[in-house]
């Protein structure tokens, strides 16, 4: 099966720098990449999300950046603020019909005022 | 609108109890997937429902846990014979159908004592 790792497991930043958050993943056949965050107690909230056919997608401040060949893709997060300190988890899915995300192990993200 | 719903939130439970627990989906999403997630980890796929059936129930760690969604909205997540492992946080997430985001819920903490 699918196996997602995610590095580094804690990032910390002064804020207004960039934060960059690494993932790479095992099954070829994955073709969808979601982004949540997940602020303490609370649910995760997908913030961004890539599909194989393109290698770039951004949105406002977040970008992510996918490269199917070496099987890794990247969370972008530019002028961070202090609200951007949560913990970020990828995933990956495989081909459609397996509905099943596998998760990363999760990077704690701290904005430094 | 309103989101991915769940209850209760927090459940302490005995060891060797049974448990049930609740996941109301975005009204017209058609897929609901069950995960657990540990402190500290990313969530870890249960189970996912297309419509009123389980379309793969492969996470499903043993026979003490079934899931339920007779009419295709509402699901119940029901544990037999508690153990201290199954401590963790429950979420559910639905999907408008297959292949779409996936939104989840706030969870349920259960706990075993």
């Given at each position: 099966?699918?196996?997602?790792?995610?590095?580094p497991?804690?990032?910390?930043?002064?804020?207004g720098?960039?934060?960059?958050?690494?993932?790479?993943?095992?099954?070829?056949?994955?073709?969808?990449?979601?982004?949540?965050?997940?602020?303490?107690?609370?649910?995760?909230?997908?913030?961004?999300?890539?599909?194989?056919?393109?290698?770039?997608?951004?949105?406002?401040?977040?970008?992510?950046?996918?490269?199917?060949?070496?099987?890794?893709?990247s969370?972008?997060?530019?002028?961070?603020?202090?609200e951007?300190?949560a913990?970020?988890?990828?995933?990956?899915?495989?081909?459609?019909?397996?509905?099943?995300?596998?998760?990363?192990?999760?990077?704690r993200?701290?904005?430094?005022? | 609108?309103?989101?991915?719903?769940?209850?209760?939130?927090?459940?302490?439970?005995e060891?060797?109890?049974?448990?049930?627990?609740?996941?109301?989906?975005?009204?017209?999403?058609?897929?609901?997937?069950?995960?657990?997630?540990?402190?500290?980890?990313?969530?870890?796929?249960?189970?996912?429902?297309?419509?009123?059936?389980?379309?793969?129930?492969?996470?499903?760690?043993?026979?003490?846990?079934?899931?339920?969604?007779?009419?295709?909205?509402?699901?119940?997540?029901?544990?037999?014979?508690?153990?201290?492992?199954?401590?963790?946080?429950?979420?559910?997430?639905?999907?408008?159908?297959r292949?779409?985001?996936?939104?989840?819920?706030?969870?349920?903490?259960?706990?075993?004592?």
């Amino acid at each position: 099966g699918e196996n997602v790792e995610q590095h580094p497991s804690t990032l910390s930043v002064q804020e207004g720098d960039s934060a960059v958050i690494k993932c790479t993943y095992s099954d070829s056949a994955s073709n969808y990449f979601p982004w949540y965050k997940q602020e303490l107690g609370k649910r995760p909230q997908l913030i961004i999300d890539i599909r194989s056919n393109v290698g770039e997608k951004k949105d406002q401040r977040i970008a992510v950046t996918l490269n199917k060949t070496a099987k890794h893709f990247s969370l972008h997060i530019t002028e961070t603020q202090p609200e951007d300190s949560a913990v970020y988890f990828c995933a990956a899915r495989p081909n459609f019909g397996n509905e099943k995300l596998t998760f990363g192990t999760g990077t704690r993200l701290t904005i430094i005022p | 609108g309103a989101g991915v719903s769940q209850t209760p939130s927090n459940k302490v439970t005995e060891k060797g109890k049974y448990v049930e627990l609740r996941c109301d989906p975005i009204s017209g999403h058609t897929a609901l997937y069950w995960y657990r997630q540990s402190l500290g980890q990313g969530p870890e796929f249960l189970i996912y429902f297309q419509g009123t059936g389980a379309a793969d129930d492969s996470g499903l760690p043993n026979d003490r846990f079934f899931a339920v969604r007779p009419e295709g909205s509402v699901s119940t997540l029901k544990i037999q014979r508690t153990e201290r492992g199954d401590s963790a946080v429950y979420l559910c997430a639905s999907s408008l159908d297959r292949g779409a985001e996936q939104y989840f819920g706030p969870g349920t903490r259960l706990t075993v004592t």
